[in-house]
């Protein structure tokens, strides 16, 4: 027997296999709902760095490369080819999520001031900007507390410079406060700028140690001259001469692309699905958002599904659905969502609000979006969340369970039952849940025991 006894701050014992997944493909048609919504994230676009700060870098670089010359740390330039990038950036492990960034703003091109031209010969960037920024979205302030986002080395080198324990969540441009950076030379002598991390997070390695491509340099934050957590990535040729990674007609800097696989212009997909209680919180730079996150569901509550896309062009459309636990689709989300509006925005988010049904069908729902993009074709996602069962106080289990179901209780629940493979159960009980002989999980099944109860 085993006995889950929360009371007693017991060790909660939860005994995972492989959960069963399944698809189901359905055409999707247009339900009014309850409430629809947009928000737009819209980055205040600023220099980065102030030229009197980059010049001290710049001085301060030529100074280390002397010194680890010296010391035999840093070998002189050879001739071979430039390198090349892989992203600079990852999710951390304790993350999943579709995406987390979203390009805001790239070199410009355009030697007028003012003017602005980017290496597709479009306009997304900002006067005088000499680098790649990549903001990570959505909810920023909060994957940068949570050390969502790692900056990783783009190419192998060394490291020739790094700047750390500089304020990290600052919300303006002007202030003239330096940022925390990795700087990193490469074997040809490109140097290769990392900017804005969060204090505290650079590599433990320092000026003269070797780094491999991938390897941990920091977190991204929103130090030196930064209005949101976001990486600048700026790169300098062995000449000192900017250096744009991405090749474009108007790349006035360089021919080739530097990435192992240069992302597309408008690199179209969603970052994230969310179901949630009510819509999240947007406050004021640098407070973090009140996702109101939501797995499980009573009958008669208020959902609201949400995404978060990464770029999205009005030539684009997302099929939404929210599909019961037996493939049908619910009216409670069944629609085609089409942007308005210019041709292309970072980073938009989208909310629509319903009730589950009076009488749901109970078990595991999915949250689907089919999203037909320009750029990549049909991309396709899919978020769980649970319909629960009647919340009563005692629940007690013999048999077998065949279908996935959420059962709460706000005392206890008792199981001698086997779950039959590839099924998926929670057991929330806020007292004690104990599993009694004869009780079985056999291997493709899941089986979850929680605390929450009906709370």
Request: proline share 5%; hydrophobic share 35%.
């Amino acid at each position: 027997m085993i006995i889950f006894n929360y009371k007693l701050k017991a060790i909660i014992v939860i005994l995972i296999l492989t959960l069963f997944q399944y698809q189901h493909t359905i055409v999707a048609q247009q339900t009014k709902m309850m409430q629809m919504g947009i928000v737009d994230d819209h980055e205040i676009v600023q220099k980065c760095l102030h030229d009197d700060a980059r010049a001290q870098i710049l001085e301060q670089i030529e100074i280390n490369r002397v010194a680890l010359k010296r010391s035999g740390k840093l070998k002189p330039p050879d001739s071979r080819m430039p390198p090349m990038f892989i992203w600079p950036m990852r999710q951390a492990d304790h993350v999943n999520y579709p995406g987390y960034y979203a390009i805001s703003n790239y070199v410009d091109h355009d030697g007028t001031s003012p003017g602005v031209l980017d290496h597709n010969c479009g306009s997304r960037t900002y006067d005088g900007h000499r680098g790649t920024d990549v903001r990570i979205v959505p909810f920023r302030w909060n994957k940068m507390a949570n050390d969502e986002v790692e900056i990783i080395a783009a190419a192998d080198g060394v490291i020739i410079l790094k700047q750390d324990g500089n304020q990290d969540m600052n919300c303006s441009w002007g202030l003239g406060t330096p940022w925390n950076a990795v700087f990193v030379q490469h074997a040809d002598g490109t140097v290769t700028w990392y900017g804005h991390m969060k204090s505290g997070s650079t590599t433990e390695k320092d000026s003269g140690d070797a780094v491999v491509a991938g390897e941990y340099l920091g977190i991204v934050g929103s130090s030196g001259n930064s209005t949101g957590a976001h990486l600048h990535l700026e790169v300098y040729d062995p000449g000192g001469n900017l250096i744009d990674p991405f090749q474009g007609t108007c790349n006035s800097l360089n021919t080739d692309t530097w990435w192992l696989n240069q992302l597309p212009y408008f690199d179209s997909g969603v970052n994230r699905l969310i179901t949630g209680s009510q819509q999240w919180t947007s406050p004021p730079c640098p407070q973090q958002s009140q996702i109101f996150e939501q797995e499980v569901y009573d009958a008669g509550e208020q959902i609201v599904f949400s995404v978060h896309y990464r770029h999205n062009l009005t030539t684009d459309s997302t099929q939404l659905r929210a599909v019961e636990p037996d493939g049908d689709v619910s009216s409670i989300l069944d629609l085609t969502y089409i942007r308005a509006g210019a041709l292309h925005s970072t980073n938009p988010s989208v909310f629509w609000t319903s009730n589950i049904p009076g009488s749901p069908e109970v078990g595991k729902w999915t949250f689907e979006a089919d999203y037909f993009t320009t750029t990549y074709g049909l991309l396709q996602y899919e978020e769980d969340f649970w319909v629960a069962n009647s919340c009563i106080a005692n629940y007690v289990f013999g048999g077998s369970h065949s279908l996935d179901r959420y059962y709460q209780a706000s005392n206890s629940i008792t199981s001698s039952a086997d779950i039959q493979g590839n099924t998926h159960i929670v057991y929330d009980a806020e007292n004690i849940t104990i599993l009694e002989p004869g009780f079985f999980a056999p291997q493709g099944s899941k089986l979850e025991v929680k605390t929450n109860g009906c709370n």
